[in-house]
């Protein structure tokens, strides 16, 4: 297929390319900045310069290329991970007016298939308990003004994909050395600071950045038009045993445990997700429609 990616350039955007490489599609590459564009043209890719929040600039590009199909992978949110709600406001601008204009575009030039980025927090910032989730599980409302908003957006979104026929997939939190918020994870326990915010105890779903890509890749192929899956490992983990495991990875000691309070203070959203959280998310539908699996666990 002749692929348009929309977030090439994101973390999850660079490993889905090479994956959909592998797998013979062609590749558009799609980024605001002529820079950008050089560099993957320099690896091999057709880039295309155009900004999803401009919607005559985001239709040219679709008029001009025809792909047959749509990923979009457009969550942006600061390198190292989001701290602060008003954090995630661009990329409640991408889910409110740019994921739009893409389904928009990808419609008006006659796109087949269309693949969006979601992720865990879609279920709401709560204890779900202990039964994985599956697609069909209720989402919980926003507790806060702030987490309604981000939790709006994101779920808008997700619907307008839907509606438009195309997959939507709630990725766990991702894992692995070229993953930039674990690039900083161990940068901060090098220096042995305190990085457990109330020992971590939050349940929560992750990826590795490879298995993210390949069911990604598996979505497009194979996804249900219309339908929603839960991109995790098969085992949810907590927080804290995340955090070890990256530790040991780099040979330095247990991570140390900071107050919820203190945490609080710098980190707010971080704070507010390791304070009693669980989303166990479950993979079975994945699986079952698109024959992926996970190759690793968090340890
Ligand atoms: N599930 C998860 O755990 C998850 C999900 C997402 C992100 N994160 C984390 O968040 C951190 C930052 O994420 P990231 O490295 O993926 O980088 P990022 O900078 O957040 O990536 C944003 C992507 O969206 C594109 N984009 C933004 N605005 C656009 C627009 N108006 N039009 C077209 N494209 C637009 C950017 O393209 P250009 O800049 O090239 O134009 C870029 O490809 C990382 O630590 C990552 O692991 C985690």
């Avoid at 320099?42 to 047959?68: E, F, Q």
């Avoid at 893409?102 to 008006?108: Q, V, W, Y």
């Avoid at 509606?163 to 991702?174: E, N, T």
């Avoid at 990085?195 to 993210?212: E, I, N, W």
């Amino acid at each position: 297929m002749r692929v348009l990616v929309a977030g090439a350039t994101s973390t999850l955007g660079r490993a889905t390319v090479d994956e959909l490489g592998r797998r013979g599609h062609e590749v558009l590459a799609l980024t605001r900045s002529e820079e950008a564009a050089r560099e993957l043209s320099g690896r091999g890719l057709t880039a295309l310069v155009g900004d999803v929040l401009d919607a005559s600039s985001i239709a040219s590009v679709l008029d001009r290329t025809r792909p047959d199909a749509v990923v979009s992978l457009l969550i942006k949110l600061p390198r190292n991970g989001p701290r602060r709600y008003r954090d995630y406001r661009d990329s409640r601008a991408l889910w409110d007016i740019g994921v739009p204009n893409l389904l928009a575009a990808a419609e008006a030039s006659g796109v087949s298939r269309i693949v969006g980025e979601s992720v865990l927090f879609a279920y709401g910032y709560l204890d779900h308990g202990e039964k994985h989730l599956t697609e069909d599980s209720p989402l919980a409302g926003g507790r806060t003004p702030a987490q309604r908003e981000v939790l709006d957006s994101l779920r808008g979104m997700e619907e307008r994909v839907r509606v438009a026929g195309g997959v939507v997939l709630r990725y766990g939190l991702f894992r692995g050395q070229a993953v930039p918020s674990e690039a900083y994870l161990a940068k901060v326990l090098k220096l042995r600071l305190p990085v457990l915010p109330g020992g971590g105890r939050s349940v929560l779903s992750f990826v590795a950045l490879d298995d993210a890509a390949r069911a990604t890749a598996a979505a497009l192929e194979r996804g249900r038009p219309g339908a929603t899956y839960n991109v995790c490992d098969d085992e949810p983990a907590e927080f804290g045993v995340y955090v070890r495991a990256v530790a040991t990875r780099h040979g330095l000691p247990r991570p140390r445990s900071v107050p919820l309070r203190l945490a609080g203070l710098v980190m707010p959203y971080i704070a507010m997700i390791l304070d009693g959280v669980r989303i166990p998310m479950a993979n079975g539908a994945a699986h079952r429609d698109l024959g992926w699996r996970p190759t690793s666990t968090v340890t």
